[in-house]
Nanobody
Framework: QVQLVESGGGLVQAGGSLRLSCAAS????????MGWFRQAPGKEREFVAA????????NYADSVKGRFTISRDNAKNTVYLQMNTLKPEDTAVYFC????????????WGQGTQVTVSS
């Protein structure tokens, strides 16, 4: 079992930046791919970014490529999502995920953190 706790959400103006963090605990964190999903009001939950357990491979949704960067620090059992040039359409609850499959890491879910981007 893996427990995931997100932090770093908040309110920011369009064009601004935020960095989300996700602290993992439980079983071996280093063997798991990690990622982020988001869900905006009235919309389906969607993939945002993923990172392999080694950190050498990353994957991004087209909507965030060039603006968001995912990274991890296995010594701290933490994954990050640096979000730059934020847009109002990035407003959503952001969920951290973990799992054995890099292309589909969403076996375990955090509770989510709200990100609101004002225009």
């Amino acid at each position: 079992q893996v427990q995931l706790v997100e932090s770093g959400g908040g309110l920011v103006q369009a064009g601004g930046s935020l960095r989300l963090s996700c602290a993992a605990s439980g079983r071996s964190f280093n063997n798991y791919a990690m990622g982020w999903f988001r869900q905006a009001p009235g919309k389906e939950r969607e993939f945002v970014a993923a990172i392999s357990w080694s950190g050498t491979s990353t994957n991004y949704a087209d909507s965030v490529k060039g603006r968001f960067t995912i990274s991890r620090d296995n010594a701290k059992n933490t994954v990050y999502l640096q979000m730059n040039t934020l847009k109002p359409e990035d407003t959503a609850v952001y969920f951290c995920v973990a799992g054995p499959a890099f292309l589909a890491p969403q076996r375990y879910w955090g509770q989510g953190t709200q990100v609101t981007v004002s225009s």
